[in-house]
């Protein structure tokens, strides 16, 4: 096992990378901006170093610092987290040409699944199930009219490189197509440097689920279940939870048996996550994330697994402790992600917290890095927290969350946690029955 690891990122997911390495007995290293030298990961941390000013591309995305950082302390190994550069696989080569481990998949993976077009082609040959769409990329009109016409509208076309809902656009037919097309390529061109799109079916009314893996780099892997994940305002997922209301567990067996078998194929090491859209019985993929997801703890929830620390013993070299008859569910999960937004406009919140009071009790984990008299900066992702409930049934669960919300106090700046006590009271919530665009409409009719 490592005896120091850098932890190359910042608030909650810094925070919980920190407790994952102190519970095997690893040194850590954090690093921060001028922003977040007094950020709690910065004060529990054996040693730290500053990167850079607040902004993320002279601090967290400074990959030359980090790595001095790395010389300086005698780190052995990075944690990326989620974000910034946890899936860059520059960042994972450069650590590897100076003899520091990436903790995470190889560079060569990060880039197979990074690049949409290759992602598909890479899960067709792996047998995993895809939308269908374009062969590839997509730069001409008339070939997008073409494909469009093959698979039938309504279609998106998408960013090769994209992420977040930026460069994705939804034609109906073809004459909408022409205009698109041509703003996803320029929304892409100006979010990712890359303007190359693909088309796909577009499906009306999916949700979205993700299928958690683990796996030793050794030809060995493992799925840890499923999540749903369709709960999103502009692509950004607000709420997860396991298992899924939509699947029973031959569903949920048949496809997280299939992706194992793929990443075995693959050779993947560490965690990643495969994400589909699920509609009428059949799954799609749409993409992989080849490092830890936001909602992570979900998955632990249920299975009672560190993912943290799986991360950190596969890194370091060790055989996958666990065959698939070996991993079990309990009960069910949920995760709020509580942002520092308003929670009608969801402008940003920035600011001092004035008071903190987190929910406790049975079945309530909350991962956060709040603490009263902290400034939350203005320079990076809003989300402050998270609140994960679990109980022996999505029935408890629910109370649970209901409870769990009334105790959770943030005072001097604002939170989406009205928002989650709004959902809480709706009937489609309370039965689980919702898809990827259920919230953008729920948000629609309250505006």
């Known amino acids: 096992m490592f005896d120091k690891v850098l932890i190359a990122n910042r608030g909650e997911i810094a925070l919980r990378v920190l407790r994952a390495c102190r519970e095997l007995g690893i040194q850590t290293v954090a690093v921060h901006s001028t922003a977040d030298a007094d950020a709690m990961h910065v004060r529990l941390a054996d040693e730290s170093v500053c990167i850079g000013p607040p902004p993320a591309r002279d601090s967290y995305l400074n990959i030359p610092a980090i790595v001095a950082a790395c010389e300086i302390t005698g780190a052995e190994a990075v944690h990326p987290g989620y974000g910034f550069l946890s899936e860059n696989a520059r960042?994972?080569?450069?650590?590897?040409?100076?003899?520091?481990k990436f903790i995470g998949p190889?560079?060569?993976?990060?880039?197979?699944?990074?690049?949409?077009?290759?992602?598909?082609?890479?899960?067709?040959?792996?047998g995993i199930p895809v939308v269908p769409g374009s062969e590839g990329g997509v730069n001409d009109i008339d070939e997008a009219k073409r494909v469009a016409r093959d698979i039938g509208y309504p279609v998106i076309i998408k960013a090769t490189a994209g992420g977040g809902g930026r460069g994705m656009k939804v034609?109906?037919?073809?004459?909408?197509?022409?205009?698109?097309?041509?703003?996803?390529?320029?929304?892409?061109?100006?979010?990712?440097?890359?303007?190359?799109?693909?088309?796909?079916?577009?499906?009306?009314?999916?949700?979205?689920?993700?299928?958690?893996?683990?796996?030793?780099?050794?030809?060995?892997?493992?799925?840890?279940g499923e999540r749903d994940c369709s709960l999103q305002r502009r692509h950004q997922k607000i709420w997860e939870e396991a298992h899924s209301p939509a699947l029973n567990a031959h569903q949920r067996d048949e496809i997280g048996s299939r992706v194992a078998r793929a990443m075995e194929k693959l050779g993947y090491e560490?965690?990643?996550?495969?994400?589909?859209?699920?509609?009428?019985?059949?799954?799609?993929?749409?993409?992989?994330?080849?490092?830890?997801?936001?909602?992570?703890?979900?998955?632990?929830?249920?299975?009672?697994?560190?993912?943290?620390?799986?991360?950190?013993?596969?890194a370091s070299g060790a055989d996958l402790a666990y065959t698939q008859s070996d991993i079990s569910f309990s009960g069910h999960a949920i995760e709020c992600r509580i942002n520092a937004e308003n929670p009608t406009t969801f402008a940003p919140s920035p600011g001092r917290v004035d008071a903190v009071h987190f929910p406790g009790g049975l079945g309530v984990r909350v991962d956060s890095a709040l603490y009263a008299g902290y400034r939350i900066p203005p320079y990076y992702d809003s989300l402050i927290g998270k609140l994960i409930v679990s109980g022996k049934s999505r029935t408890e669960c629910m109370m649970r969350l209901k409870r769990a919300l009334s105790e959770f106090v943030v005072e001097g700046i604002e939170t989406t946690i009205p928002l989650f006590q709004q959902l809480l009271a709706e009937p489609d919530i309370i039965d689980g029955h919702y898809d990827i665009h259920w919230l953008e409409h729920y948000l629609a009719r309250q505006a």
Do not use: C
């Open 270 to 314: 560490g965690v990643g996550t495969i994400e589909f859209l699920y509609e009428n019985g059949e799954f799609y993929f749409i993409e992989m994330n080849t490092r830890l997801q936001v909602e992570h703890p979900v998955t632990e929830a249920i299975t009672g697994l560190d993912l943290v620390q799986e991360q950190l013993r596969v």
């Open 91 to 100: 960042f994972a080569d450069i650590l590897t040409e100076h003899g520091i």
């Open 106 to 126: 190889s560079a060569e993976h990060i880039r197979i699944m990074g690049d949409k077009i290759t992602a598909k082609l890479t899960a067709q040959e792996l």
């Open 171 to 224: 034609a109906r037919s073809e004459a909408d197509l022409e205009i698109a097309m041509s703003t996803a390529q320029s929304e892409a061109k100006a979010a990712f440097g890359n303007g190359d799109v693909y088309i796909e079916k577009y499906l009306e009314k999916p949700r979205h689920i993700e299928i958690q893996v683990l796996g030793d780099g050794k030809g060995r892997a493992v799925h840890l």
